[in-house]
């Protein structure tokens, strides 16, 4: 008989020799294990499928760092509001084309005469009809200068020039400022006909005017003088310089010599122009030089003198010349300085408002000048650029007394003519509108436009 081990040997079932109650025991049992080892299955599969899931997310996750990263690195560096605003506000606020109408007028000379018919008689004048029918045609220029030829002491009384000694009272600066004038000259050969103090209290006056006008060419101080006067207008900077030939035989001071800068046939200053016109040039769009220089009388032709300085200054970088002094109009020219530059000169504009009584001396001219700024380039607009001529209309008023007001050439008469002072007391009878005209195209030739 055999036993269970020696079955188990052989290879015999034991389960032949279970009851049956132990086969159902052992059958439950089985499936118990079977099942349980299916949960096992069931969770290690969990297991390596979680785990597979999250390696595939940690790769998704590092791809999509690594290629933002990449993006960002391509991308410019971020540039502050601070860094863009300006360049902004450069694009946005430069005009593509900036324009300036700029008008300039010659010598305004109050002499006795003239003196005694705008006098109030209680010690005060007024020169505002003087300036009044051209009054419109001043204001609406942009920039519009007039030459102050003489003096305002406010503290000594008016001189009309009898003894060639001028000092005009402070109200030609108020008529100026109220025709329209924004520039008034200075330098001038009789800027010292009041000596050091008239000069002085000529800067004190117009002082008092501080923002109404700009005055030019005569100098409190030796910084002063060195220091370049600038005007803005429309978006273009002006630097304005105003020189004399000389003081009626007078000198300034050895410590004074500031006082106004002169350029004489010596060319002593000729350093001192030059660098005034190059700093000018370096902080300015447009320079303009105003001259009291040439021969009274002389015209339409021009001194040698004058047509050297005119070379300096264009050499030096000036735009803009605009003469004075020779109480007659001569001739407007281009000169071209030894870089190629070129510089309108107007060589002289005549009288603007004065009593003297030959031809030539009435006939004074207004230059109109457009500057315009493009592509940060400034130059003058030929087309709209010229002269336009002026007649001082001078009609007596008895005892030494003359009546002025200034009238375009074009709107001057041949009726008016005939009661011009000249013809009246001068008996000058070729005086007419006709030989006004004559002057004005033999000086000015195609230069002459309307305004």
Not at 55 to 63: E, F, G
Not at 199 to 208: G, N, R, V
Not at 225 to 233: H, N, S
Not at 315 to 336: F, K, M, N, Q
Request: aromatic share 8%; with cysteine; net charge negative.
């Amino acid at each position: 008989m055999s036993n269970y081990r020696d079955d188990q040997r052989r290879g015999a079932n034991p389960e032949r020799r279970m009851s049956p109650e132990e086969r159902e025991r052992r059958r439950r049992a089985a499936e118990r294990r079977r099942a349980a080892e299916k949960k096992k299955k069931q969770a290690r599969l969990i297991r390596i499928m979680t785990i597979v899931v999250a390696v595939l997310l940690v790769a998704v996750i590092v791809i999509v760092a690594v290629s933002c990263s990449h993006n960002k690195k391509k991308q410019p560096e971020p540039v502050s509001s601070a860094a863009v605003e300006p360049v902004t506000e450069e694009i946005s606020t430069e005009p593509p084309r900036s324009e300036v109408e700029l008008v300039s007028v010659g010598d305004v000379l109050m002499h006795t005469p003239i003196l005694n018919y705008c006098s109030n008689g209680d010690g005060t004048y007024d020169f505002n009809e003087i300036f009044s029918v051209m009054k419109d045609d001043i204001s609406r220029a942009d920039i519009a200068i007039c030459n102050q030829e003489t003096p305002i002491d406010t503290t000594l009384p008016a001189d009309g020039g009898i003894e060639f000694i001028f000092n005009t009272p402070g109200e030609i600066g108020d008529a100026e400022i109220n025709a329209g004038f924004d520039v008034v000259l200075q330098a001038s050969n009789h800027s010292y006909d009041e000596g050091s103090d008239g000069i002085l209290h000529t800067i004190d006056f117009w002082k008092t005017k501080e923002g109404q006008i700009t005055m030019i060419g005569m100098n409190e101080s030796q910084e002063k003088r060195d220091t370049i006067t600038y005007v803005e207008k429309n978006g273009i900077k002006f630097g304005l310089l105003n020189y004399t030939y000389g003081l009626n035989g007078f000198e300034l001071p050895y410590d004074m010599d500031y006082l106004v800068t002169i350029i004489d046939e010596n060319f002593n200053s000729r350093e001192i122009v030059e660098n005034d016109i190059r700093t000018a040039k370096e902080n300015a769009d447009f320079v303009i030089v105003f001259p009291h220089w040439g021969v009274e009388d002389l015209w339409p032709e021009t001194t040698e003198v004058q047509d050297q300085w005119a070379q300096i200054f264009t050499d030096a970088g000036a735009d803009l010349i605009i003469g004075t002094h020779p109480h007659v109009c001569e001739r407007i020219d281009w000169v071209t300085g030894a870089d190629g530059h070129k510089a309108l000169c107007y060589y002289s504009l005549g009288n603007y408002a004065s009593n003297q009584q030959e031809a030539p001396e009435v006939l004074g001219g207004m230059a109109k000048v457009k500057i315009v700024k493009e592509n940060g380039q400034t130059f003058i607009d030929e087309s709209a650029t010229g002269v336009v001529p002026t007649v001082t209309h001078n009609t007596p008023a008895g005892d030494f007394t003359n009546r002025i007001v200034i009238y375009k050439l074009s709107d001057y008469t041949e009726e008016m003519a005939s009661q011009h002072d000249i013809v009246v007391n001068y008996r000058e009878d070729g005086f007419s509108l006709a030989r006004l005209q004559e002057i004005a195209n033999t000086t000015f030739g195609n230069w002459i436009i309307s305004y």
